[in-house]
């Protein structure tokens, strides 16, 4: 009998074990040909913009040029700016952001989640949402600039009015979308409103408020950035404003390679949030595929 019994297990896990190799296998190909695809991407278009401006197709005064980028990220790096350490604007530009994406998620959550649950809210802030939302940012800028002068404080409101809007319309939206028969049965078994908002409401709305902070955060360093050209004493928007009116080409694209990391960094760290905050959710098929 137990012969019988452990050989078709046996043979089972002898199928298993080949295919889930041949799966890490297939799973390591795809990423080694995704960064090769980048790898390509990035040297075509970094040796080309060199070369073309090596041959004089393109002006480097005008465009800058890959290797001079390069020696002024050193040379930030190394010897600073006119405005003090090139690691301080970075930090300032950085503080100004996240405290901008902190209280814009939470304030753009908070009022999502409550005029989606209301209709009365909604009917009656709906309008001025949307008014608020039709002024450009760059004016409410200078708004922030001329009542609480040039410091952090109005690079952090604008920063937090970007990401306000993107997350209060995808919390807004995702309340909408909750299963009313979900809703009907929390009620009928005597859950409270908040037990309601926390256990039902809230997480079937993280999808779509976790989506809205992956493009959240690169709105609150615009902001930020916005906010410094408008007027600022140190940050990375300052430094771009001053490389632009010293027709410093290089400087200008050296900022933004060290922005664009910090925005990629950003990013990363969103998803390692959004895996554990969206772990207990069954993967979509497109995830299930790319497994």
Known sequence: MSTTSTAPASATGGKQAPAAAAAKRAARRRVARVWAGRIGIAALVIGGWQAFTTWGIVDPFFFGQPSGIW???????????????????????????????????????????????????????????????????????????????????P????????????????????????????????????????????HVIVPSALTWIIASLHSAFGFAIVGALVGEVLGAQSGLGLVIKTAQNNFDPNGVFATMLVIAVIVLGAEWLIGKLEHRLLAWRPPAPSEANSL
């Open 71 to 153: 020696k002024r990220l050193i040379d930030l790096f190394q010897n600073g700016t006119e405005f003090g350490s090139f690691y301080t604007n970075i930090w300032t530009t950085i503080q100004e952001a996240l405290i901008g994406f902190a209280v814009g998620a939470v304030t753009g959550v908070v009022f999502g989640v409550a005029l989606g649950q209301s209709r009365y809210l909604s009917d009656v802030l709906g309008p001025y949402i949307k008014m608020v939302n039709a002024i450009p940012r760059i004016v409410l800028g200078s708004i922030f600039i001329v009542a609480f002068g040039i410091g952090v404080t």
């Open 155 to 198: 690079k952090i409101l604008l920063a937090a009015v970007l990401v306000f809007f993107i997350v209060f319309f995808n919390a807004f939206q995702g309340v909408r979308e909750v299963d009313r028969n979900i809703l009907a049965n929390a009620r009928v078994l005597g859950a409270s409103q908040m037990q309601i908002i926390r």
